[in-house]
């Protein structure tokens, strides 16, 4: 199973989550986020992983343009857009980015909003669904309702994110299957900080709960 880590800030905890399993790591790159990281702040931590661990930025409503000098400067394997980007806009950056792996996150206030999900299917590579929050993009630690999610199968790889914790993943994947997780809040100490006890006990719950998780 995809396991991506997200809101990383410093190298030596990027370097330790990616021993320790993590399959993908992601850089906030909204500089309104307590977890904003720049370029040059994403190369440092890049320098230290082995090549085979994959590093989304994400971003939300940026311009192409502003994504694409990020890209160039910062060494991302992939992109996560996790404002109202639309199916055109996605379809705009797959050009200027091509061979990049796009995410689109989607921020699921109720089960209606499920339903928009396949207008995005053919734009992207892979989806991740948030829980919506108010007044916040992201990382809030806010749970989705897993029970709408029991039927929920895209055409295309998702995630699911949203308040995934080391104490309620094994819960979390035993209502749904998603091809990855996603988590940040869960396994931090403050914004920006992880807690490499908690990431360790994700990963250990990950193995005790091997056969509960379906789609690894
Ligand atoms: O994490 C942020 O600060 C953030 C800010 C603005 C847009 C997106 C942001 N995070 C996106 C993520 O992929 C988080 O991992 C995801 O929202 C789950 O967060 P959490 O509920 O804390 O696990």
Redesign the pocket.
């Known amino acids: 199973m995809r396991v991506?880590i997200?809101?990383i800030t410093q190298p030596e905890q990027g370097k330790a989550i990616a021993q320790l399993g993590a399959t993908t790591l992601?850089f906030?790159c909204?500089s309104?986020?307590?977890?904003?990281v720049t370029c040059q702040q994403i190369r440092a931590v890049v320098e230290q992983l082995p090549d085979n661990i994959e590093r989304i930025g994400?971003f939300?409503n940026a311009t192409v343009e502003e994504i694409y000098q990020v890209f160039a400067d910062s060494g991302l394997t992939g992109v996560?857009l996790?404002?109202d980007e639309s199916p055109e806009y996605c379809l705009k950056l797959r050009q200027v980015l091509p061979n990049t792996e796009i995410i689109k996150?989607l921020r699921v206030k109720n089960s209606q909003a499920l339903e928009q999900i396949d207008i995005y299917t053919n734009c992207v590579d892979t989806l991740?669904l948030?829980?919506y929050h108010p007044q916040?993009?992201?990382?809030?630690?806010?749970?989705l309702d897993w029970n709408t999610l029991e039927t929920f199968n895209p055409q295309i790889p998702w995630l699911l994110?949203?308040?995934?914790t080391p104490d309620n993943i094994l819960n979390a994947l035993s209502q749904v299957i998603p091809h990855g997780i996603?988590?940040?809040?869960?396994v931090?100490i403050a914004?920006g900080d992880k807690d490499l006890r908690k990431v360790a006990r994700l990963f250990e719950q990950l193995g005790d709960g091997e056969s509960l998780i379906r789609n690894s």
């Open positions: 991506k997200c809101g992601g906030i909204v309104a986020s307590p977890r904003y994400v939300a996560q996790h404002g996150a991740l948030d829980a916040q993009l992201g990382g809030t630690g806010k749970t994110a949203g308040g995934l996603d988590l940040s809040s869960g931090e914004p």
